[in-house]
């Protein structure tokens, strides 16, 4: 007989000292392997029980009640997929329980809101980036606080005009988020709905109605006089030197600073650039002036990457340093600076 156990996933922990939680599966001399899609701290698992702890009084909620629901999804739909095997005389093999737990659903099993959440994150890591992926993860939490505060389950069925009311009103009243931010949000859970009526796990078209327009916020671009001078600015800092060319290659090129942190120089090709683009995963060729070809000869070829690779935060942190050195302009935001024209060649 199959043998279904949950388990901590041993080795590295997260940033947040959290590990994710597995759910094993062993049938006579084979092991298939599941990925629950919630990493918690260790101290919060019961491994006697094989669930979640609740956090105590004075801590932050971990969300165990949900965590815990999932678990128990996942454990009905295994014990399923195991009884159909034995009843149908069929083998139980990895790609059968992968098949059958994972990808498929059986008829009448219900589906929890974050479960199916959670099979939409994982539907989408092949097509989407990384940070894409990030962020949709960061509204699932962002959700599952929502519940935990609101102390009504969400059901997928009745995200409607009064479900976002309340959503609403938590999102600016409790957690005090501003209205792009919150319209982020919006956006990814009614791309996740679209994603369930598609499967026809949800029946009723309501979540379309939900609307939270962006604020419109003030454009800050560079001239090309602007750039010009930052561009050719002799920095004592080799660190503002760098942050500076790659600033500069992006306002040259259209390149986004993760497209730049895989940029290697087989993806140069005399006057262009042909690259898969990280956002859109389409293959681009993006043309190079002499400018963005000036910043390229600094940079030895014998590295693995054309340029070191600097965070976004960080960028944004030093390009203002750098702005602070003689005040020719001033930038709040400089990473999402534009130009007012194309720089010629």
């Keep these: 007989m199959a043998n279904i156990h949950f388990y901590l996933k041993p080795g590295k922990k997260n940033k947040k000292g959290q590990q994710p939680i597995i759910m094993r599966i062993t049938h006579e ?61 069929i083998p139980i093999t990895e790609a059968y329980l992968k098949n059958s737990i994972t990808i498929k659903e059986e008829k009448g099993t219900v589906r929890s809101f974050f479960g199916l959440f959670d099979e939409y994150i994982e539907m989408s890591k092949p097509i989407r980036a990384n940070w894409t992926i990030k962020g949709y993860t960061t509204v699932k939490n962002f959700l ?30 409790v957690r005090k988020v501003q209205d792009n931010y919150f319209s982020r949000i919006v956006r990814v859970l009614k791309s996740f709905m679209t994603w369930a009526f598609d499967r026809k796990y949800v029946k009723t078209l309501t979540y379309k109605k939900l609307s939270a327009p962006d604020r ?6 560079l001239t090309k006089d602007e750039l010009l001078g930052l561009l050719y600015h002799d920095f004592e800092s080799k660190k503002l030197s760098q942050a500076r060319d790659l600033f500069c ?22 006057d262009e650039i042909q690259k898969t683009i990280v956002k859109t995963q389409k293959i681009e060729r993006i043309p190079l002036n002499r400018f963005a ?7 030895p070829h014998d590295q ?10 960080k960028l944004n942190d030093y390009i203002k ?7 020719p302009f001033t930038l709040t935001s400089v990473c999402r600076s534009k130009l007012t024209t194309p720089v010629p060649v």
């Design 249 to 270: 290659f992006m306002c040259f090129t259209g390149l986004r600073v993760s497209d730049l942190w895989d940029l290697t120089h087989e993806h140069i090709k005399e």
């Design 216 to 221: 419109e916020k003030e454009i800050i671009y």
């Design 29 to 89: 001399y084979s092991r298939t392997v599941f990925f629950v899609g919630h990493s918690i701290q260790p101290k919060y698992w019961s491994q006697k029980n094989e669930k979640v702890k609740a956090p105590h009084a004075n801590e932050e909620t971990n969300h165990h009640d949900a965590i815990n629901e999932t678990i128990e999804a996942f454990y009905k739909r295994a014990t399923h997929a195991i009884a159909k095997a034995i009843g149908e005389k």
């Design 144 to 173: 599952m606080d929502f519940e935990e505060a609101s102390g009504k389950k969400i059901d997928i069925n009745t995200i409607d005009n009064l479900f976002f009311d309340r959503f609403q009103n938590y999102a600016f009243s």
């Design 304 to 313: 693995v990457t054309v340029f070191p690779k600097i965070s976004s935060q």
């Design 293 to 299: 070809k000036d910043i390229l000869l600094k940079y």
């Design 321 to 327: 340093d750098c702005c602070e050195v003689d005040k």
